[in-house]
C-alpha cells in the first residue's frame, strides 16, 4: 500500500448563496448547482482522477481516501475549489483541508481518530484564515442585479418580455447561472430528457413505481406549496410529493 491521504472539504455559507433571493426559481437553481457539485462532482473526480475513495459527500460537504502523498491531495482540494468557482460564477466557494495518513495505515480498519481530530483542526483554521470580499466596487452608472441586488446586473431573461412586472429586470452572472440551471430542469422534465442530479435524487424519494410525466408543471413560488401536506382532503401522492420537493429544495 503506497502513500494515502484524507481530504475534508466543507461548502462555504451554503444558505447565502441558495437563499441569496427569495425566488423560487433562484432557490432550485442554486440547490441543484450545490447539489451536482458536492454528491457528484466531487465524487467523479475523486474517483476517476486520483483514484480516491468516498467516506462520505452530502449536506455540502465531503471526506475522500485519495492515493497519494500530501502533495496529491492538496491538487484534488484545489481542482474542487476550480470546479465550484466555475460552476458557481464565484456565488459560492469551498474549504478543504488534507492530512496524509502513516505508511501502512488501513483507513477502514485502523484506528483513526487522531488523524481525523487533525484533519477537522486543520479545516476549521483554513475556514477562519480564507479570504472573503469585504464589500464590492461602487460605481452609480452601474445597473444592481434584479434579484440578490449586490452584484452588477449583465443578462436579460427574455421569457419575462410579456410580464410587465418583470421586463425591465436584469441579472447577474451568478443569479443568471441559477436561473439557467432551473430552466434546464424544467425542460428535462417537460421534454422527458435525462434529468440534472437533484431531480434524479427527488425523484428517488417517491415509490418505485411513479415518474414525472411530460408537461408536468412546478411550482411557480412558494404560494402554490402552501397546505399541500395538510388538511383531509390532501392526496397521499401530495404528501409523498411534497416530502420529496422539500428535500430537493433543501438539498
Aim: net charge neutral; aromatic share 10%.
Amino acid at each position: 500500500m503506497g502513500k494515502q491521504s484524507l481530504v475534508v472539504l466543507d461548502t462555504n455559507h451554503i444558505h447565502g448563496y441558495v437563499y441569496e433571493t427569495n425566488r423560487l426559481q433562484d432557490i432550485r437553481g442554486a440547490s441543484s448547482i450545490l447539489d451536482t457539485l458536492n454528491r457528484k462532482t466531487m465524487v467523479e473526480i475523486a474517483e476517476k482522477e486520483y483514484g480516491g475513495q468516498k467516506v462520505f459527500a452530502n449536506g455540502g460537504a465531503g471526506l475522500f481516501l485519495i492515493e497519494g502523498d500530501e502533495a496529491r491531495a492538496e491538487e484534488y482540494g484545489r481542482r474542487i475549489q476550480k470546479e465550484y468557482r466555475e460552476k458557481t460564477n464565484d456565488g459560492a466557494s469551498i474549504t478543504y483541508a488534507v492530512q496524509e495518513l502513516p505508511e501502512g495505515m488501513d483507513v477502514w480498519h485502523d484506528d483513526i481518530r487522531l488523524e481525523r481530530e487533525m484533519l477537522n483542526y486543520k479545516l476549521v483554521q483554513n475556514k477562519i484564515t480564507a479570504s472573503t470580499v469585504v464589500s464590492l466596487p461602487s460605481q452609480p452608472f452601474l445597473r444592481p442585479c434584479s434579484a440578490c441586488g449586490t452584484r452588477y446586473a449583465e443578462y436579460r431573461d427574455y421569457s419575462e418580455a410579456n410580464d410587465q412586472s418583470s421586463q425591465r429586470n436584469r441579472y447577474c452572472n451568478v443569479c443568471w447561472q441559477k436561473r439557467q440551471e432551473d430552466n434546464r430542469i424544467k425542460e428535462a422534465i417537460e421534454h422527458n430528457r435525462a434529468r440534472p442530479y437533484a431531480w434524479e435524487q427527488m425523484i428517488h424519494g417517491l415509490s418505485a413505481s411513479y415518474d414525472i410525466r411530460e408537461k408536468t408543471e412546478r411550482p411557480p413560488d412558494f404560494n402554490e406549496l402552501r397546505g399541500i401536506t395538510g388538511g383531509r382532503t390532501t392526496s397521499h401522492w401530495s404528501t409523498r410529493m411534497a416530502t420529496a420537493w422539500g428535500r430537493y429544495l433543501l438539498t
